[in-house]
């Protein structure tokens, strides 16, 4: 992963923790009956919004590096030496049938628009 985008992850990853956490004692509070009960809930909603707000932010990062970086992966050099080989064959397969067999289908149909 990217620095700017572990950076943002990392981010989002303590914003939710906090918001949880914040959740629960916004639960608890409203379960004890505190006055700190409202107060914890509209602080629950506001991180919601920003917890949600960075998760969208890991994202969009993600985006904006792979749009300008490409991608990483890159088939390695094995791989791209065994499939022009598999090609070579194809290749040479199709000619030799190609040259193999037309010789004799020009001689065997050499007389065929006489027979018609």
Known sequence: MPDAVRTSAVRAVLIMSLTLIQAMVAFLCTLTGS???????VGGVAGTVVATWSVLDVWVTRQVWNQRNGVVSVPSSTARRMRRERRRARRAAR???RDGTGIRRRRENSGDLSRA
């Open 95 to 97: 000619a030799a049938e």
């Open 35 to 41: 006055w700190l009960a409202f107060p914890m809930v």
